[in-house]
């Protein structure tokens, strides 16, 4: 292959220990080092030998994969990829087409396995995509939940099926639903999630009664952001709200649990959860304030008790993580229970020898991961964990190394078969990155170990052994933080637009703390609860947590979390193929990662200032923002904070808009008569224009001036106008004035005979959250470019938005105005 009779020689890919490094034929080639050189061709390099050289080195490389069974890392990615793939179309496609394509590809693949060239492997990927395309159809079919259509203020009757207490001492409810009130609603969700002010805890299990505003999930804030909606649906809560007076525990049973087989599984659900409300409540009456909180959360999940400024310091400081039970609390968790028992079994000399006490230590971890994971809530971090962490363990009992990506392909393709929408959430993305990154860096690390000692000859002294001990303890919390820290940034770009630039100063000082006190005073704790003998481990516990929130604090007073704006599209799939070749791969094809990585950055920071919309309005029509000159121009004088939060780190705008200007309209009273009378007179129209109008016209550029609860109008430095209503009724007179009229009612047309244009509530329903960009003076039209968070979407999950509860049907039309804006905004 290589011309000249020259042989290739190949450096081996593993000694057996004792043995030199050196080169020599092996079985299967390895792309490291003793490929042919350059000086070895004939000179000049023609096109066909340097064809045949990087044929070659990619043959070898490849080789080298295979060998070591990296390819099958590449499943779960592809199982993944196929979910991504189904979660992200507009329409819903055939359960009956996808299985059809899937057994298709499936038997072609095993039927060509054996033959050469690329047609295998693109079968297998094929069938990989559309298994991941299945399960996520599946997944979505088991889930049904019904999401309630439109806020509505209704009296409920449920059984609470969580609760969970908040830093102000309110309480949060899941509650299922046995029947709606006043009005009686005709398609209720299932579950809903509600928050009570004052009065006393429910028990779980109790049937309550209440008056309560419900109100569907939030979707995107704008195109391209966060859809809560799809959570939602998933986790089969249909809506959220919050009673108006604490409810009232009543003595209606639900109907038919038992028959439905609710009542075991119910009853056992129900057992757990109080079992993990008492260790909760135990910690943080031990404990205490806010470090009782955060170590209540950290061994149950319940974090609503931390207040809103610890929670904001953890997240500045990049120590958000801990909160949550993710990988590290049970890495820690397990980690200390398996060594310890293994110190108290080497205690036990004649035992040790005679009993596997490494098996056995695992499997007493395995029981304790268990339980960590049953008195965690079922979070979705701690299931991820739990399964990481099982897998690992059961290598041991296998004699089996437990430290390795194959492992992490297993519990990655346990979470897929169950739950592949797991896969769209920045809490699976950013666990499963951050733990890739480090065994594939600790791999790494221990074949380069692993050469070195091989080469190192004679016995080191003492001293030098035990500053090596200690360097490798000090530079593996600083290796690791850098490596977590790094590999998380993708996708906390993506999904929060920020990056925290001190994380890794707060990690180093943190860890320590959660690794020798937190951690190992905690499990001592918990195993000594039941005999109520925990409270002193817990108050050095309450300690350690005390000190990590000061860490916390602290870096978060140096302003460490930075901006980056809403990525490109192309960002996210582009980094983390990248990051996968980089990781996954262990040849030197590994390195094709780094150029991706970084198009992927650049890209991403070329678009980061470029395409900035005009005007911004959210999905209820009550805030919008004209964007001017670097200034944010809003429609409340306090704008809510969630909604306003994402558009700052999305379009890096001000953290703090300009707010509008209030005009006096008249005495409270005389506005509460205007709003509240059913049918206004010509008069009274005429003269809410004329004000509207004297406003446009004596508005500085970009300011809102609005008056209270009725209208705001602001003029464009381009000279859009555009009025914001909150009474439909004033909508014909403002589509006569303004170039753009946003209602955040119902109307009795959905477009304006002037040509404005119209986006009323019912079309913003539709529609989602909309980013708008003027044509300018030069051009016919007012809207040059028009974005939609929901435009075209019919998915399971957003089918709520067009469901009209008046006709008991799904509306899908829009106007064809908004449709051909949309269209050519594409």
């Not at 939030?218 to 952001?225: H, Y």
């Not at 929670?311 to 590290?328: D, F, K, N, W, Y």
């Not at 039209?781 to 028009?786: H, M, N, P, Q, S």
């Amino acid at each position: 292959m290589l011309g000249h009779g020259e042989k290739q020689h190949f450096e081996y890919a593993e000694t057996r220990p004792g043995s030199l490094p050196g080169t020599h034929e092996i079985l299967f080639p390895v792309c490291r080092t003793g490929d042919v050189a350059a000086r070895d061709l004939p000179a000049p390099v023609s096109w066909p030998n340097l064809k045949v050289v990087i044929t070659g080195k990619l043959t070898a490389c490849l080789a080298e994969e295979r060998a070591f069974g990296h390819d099958f890392l590449f499943v779960p990615v592809f199982i993944g990829c196929g979910a991504i793939l189904w979660f992200s179309l507009d329409v819903t496609p055939s359960s009956f087409v996808l299985a059809i394509a899937l057994l298709l590809a499936a038997a072609l693949a095993l039927f060509i396995r054996y033959d050469t060239g690329l047609s295998p492997a693109g079968c297998s990927i094929a069938a990989f995509l559309l298994l991941g395309m299945l399960l996520a159809d599946l997944e979505t079919r088991r889930a049904g939940t019904v999401v309630l259509d439109t806020p509505v203020t209704t009296t409920i009757i449920g059984t609470v099926l969580r609760r969970e207490v908040d830093a102000r001492g309110d309480w949060r409810y899941v509650v299922r639903l046995i029947a709606t009130e006043t009005p009686k609603l005709s398609r209720p969700p299932e579950k809903v999630a509600l928050l009570a002010r004052g009065g006393e805890p429910v028990a779980l299990g109790a049937t309550i009664r209440g008056k309560a505003r419900l109100s569907p999930p939030s979707g995107p804030a704008l195109p391209g952001l966060n859809d809560f909606a799809f959570a939602s649906y998933f986790k089969g809560m249909g809506a959220t709200g919050f009673f108006y007076r604490p409810p009232q525990v009543t003595t209606v049973s639900p109907e038919g649990d038992i028959a439905a087989g609710r009542g075991v599984m119910e009853w056992a659900d129900m057992g757990l959860y109080r079992l993990r409300s008492a260790i909760a409540e135990r910690i943080r009456g031990t404990i205490g304030g806010d470090a009782g909180a955060f170590a209540a959360s950290i061994v149950t999940d319940e974090r609503q008790a931390i207040s809103v400024e610890t929670m904001e310091a953890l997240r500045l400081s990049g120590l958000a993580h801990i909160v949550a039970i993710s990988g590290l609390n049970m890495a820690l968790a397990a980690g200390i229970f398996f060594v310890g028992l293994r110190l108290v079994f080497s205690l036990f000399p004649a035992f040790a020898q005679r009993w596997p006490v490494k098996k056995i230590s695992a499997f007493a971890a395995l029981l304790m991961t268990l339980a960590y994971y049953l008195i965690s809530g079922f979070a979705v971090s701690a299931e991820r964990a739990w399964l990481m962490m099982s897998v690992m363990l059961i290598a041991v009992l296998f004699d089996q190394p437990s430290l390795s990506l194959r492992n992490v392909a297993l519990s990655a393709l346990v979470i897929l078969a169950f739950s592949p929408s797991e896969i769209m959430g920045p809490s699976f993305q950013m666990s499963f990155a951050a733990t890739i990154a480090l065994v594939s860096a600790y791999a790494w690390w221990s074949r380069s170990r692993g050469n070195h000692e091989r080469l190192s000859i004679g016995r080191r002294p003492a001293w030098m052994r035990v500053g090596q001990t200690a360097g490798a303890i000090i530079g593996g919390v600083i290796v690791t933080s850098l490596i977590g820290g790094l590999s998380t940034a993708i996708y906390s770009a993506e999904h929060f637009h920020r990056v925290t630039t001190y994380g890794l100063f707060a990690n180093l000082a943190a860890m320590p703390l959660m690794s020798l006190i937190v951690m190992p005073f905690g499990l001592v704790a918990m195993l000594l609860m039941p005999f109520g003998l925990d409270a002193p481990f817990l108050k050095i516990m309450g300690y350690g947590m005390a000190l990590v929130i000061e860490v916390a604090q602290e870096v978060a007073s140096w302003g460490g979390s930075a901006a980056t704006g809403r990525p490109h599209g192309w960002f996210i799939g582009l980094a983390s193929a990248g990051f996968l070749l980089l990781t996954l791969l262990r040849s030197r094809l590994a390195l094709l990662g780094i150029p991706i990585l970084l198009f992927a950055f650049g890209l991403s920071a070329t678009m980061a200032y470029r395409d900035v919309p005009h005007l911004l309005i959210h999905e209820d029509g009550e805030l919008v923002a004209l964007l001017e000159d670097g200034k944010a121009y809003t429609t409340r004088t306090r704008p809510q904070g969630f909604v306003y939060g994402q558009w700052q780190r999305a379009l890096l705008l001000p953290e703090q808009p300009v707010p509008p200007v209030i005009v006096e309209t008249g005495t409270a009273a005389t506005r509460v008569a205007l709003t509240a009378r059913p049918k206004l007179t010509p008069q009274e129209l005429s003269t809410v224009a004329r004000q509207m109008t004297a406003a446009l016209k004596d508005a500085e550029p970009g300011v809102f001036t609005c008056a209270k609860d009725i209208w705001c109008v602001a003029r464009a430095g381009s000279g859009e106008w555009i009025v914001v209503l909150e009474d439909g009724r004033f909508a014909g007179k403002a589509c006569d004035i303004a170039d753009i009229v946003v209602v955040s009612r119902r109307t009795s047309f959905s477009q304006c005979r002037s040509g404005a244009l119209l986006l009323n509530r019912d079309i913003l329903r539709r529609i989602g959250s909309v980013e708008m960009s003027f044509a300018g003076s030069e051009q016919p039209a007012v809207v040059g470019r028009l974005r939609a968070a929901i435009a075209g979407v019919d998915r399971p999950w957003s089918e709520h938005r067009y469901y009209d509860w008046k006709s008991g049907s799904f509306e899908h039309d829009v106007p064809e105005n908004i449709r051909q804006l949309l269209a050519t905004s594409q």
